[in-house]
């Protein structure tokens, strides 16, 4: 899974887009640590063995499709 957690700060809500004001994305992000950093989920990675990462830490771990070889199975 993917979030982006962060502080709610005057810097988050200055953010926005068209689906979400700066303010909803500051108080969404918010909600990501509270989420991720509650004892209950710390527990369940310890129980589980997963250890949560940051972006530049992520590798790719499933084998690339070819398109040739989709191209082939499909046409």
């Given at each position: 899974?993917?979030?982006?957690?962060?502080?709610d700060?005057?810097?988050m809500r200055a953010l926005g887009n068209s689906?979400?004001?700066?303010?909803q994305i500051a108080m969404n992000r918010s909600k990501d640590i509270l989420l991720w950093s509650h004892p209950n989920m710390l527990a369940e990675y310890n129980r589980r063995g997963i250890r949560p990462i940051r972006y530049d830490e992520a590798v790719i771990t499933i084998?690339?499709?070819?398109?040739?070889k989709f191209w082939d199975t499909y046409t």
């Open positions: 899974m993917i979030t982006h957690p962060a502080i700060s005057e810097e689906y979400e004001t700066g303010i084998p690339r499709l070819s398109l040739n």
